[in-house]
């Protein structure tokens, strides 16, 4: 069992940063691959980026690609998203997912979610 629990999320003008943080309980974390996804009202959640267990292999969708990067620390159970150059259309409830799969871009492959972090950039 996973629990994740995200954090830092806020209000930023656009071309700003935020870097979001999801901490996982459990002493499994490395063994799980972790993604972002990000959800706006009256749409799918979509894949933003994930990260295999140790780190060494990343996934962006093509949307967010140049401009965020997702990494991890095992050690603190921890994974990030540093999010820069930021859009009005990255506005988003942004989710942090966990799954013993590789990774994927499809919601129904993760097994656990956090209950999401508000990110909101304005123009």
């Known amino acids: 069992q996973v629990q994740l629990v995200e954090s830092g999320g806020g209000l930023v003008q656009a071309g700003g940063s935020l870097r979001l943080s999801c901490a996982a309980s459990?002493?499994?974390?490395?063994?799980?691959?972790m993604a972002w996804f990000r959800q706006v009202p009256g749409k799918e959640r979509e894949f933003v980026a994930g990260?295999?267990?140790?780190?060494?292999?990343?996934v962006y969708a093509d949307s967010v690609k140049g401009r965020f990067t997702i990494s991890r620390d095992n050690a603190k159970n921890t994974v990030y998203l540093q999010m820069n150059s930021l859009k009005p259309e990255d506005t988003a409830v942004y989710y942090c997912?966990?799954?013993?799969?590789?990774?994927?871009?499809?919601?129904?492959?993760?097994?656990?979610w956090g209950q999401g972090t508000q990110v909101t950039v304005s123009s």
């Open positions: 997912a966990a799954t013993i799969n590789t990774i994927m871009a499809v919601t129904t492959f993760y097994n656990y």
């Open positions: 459990g002493r499994t974390f490395s063994s799980y691959t």
């Open positions: 990260i295999n267990w140790s780190g060494g292999v990343t």
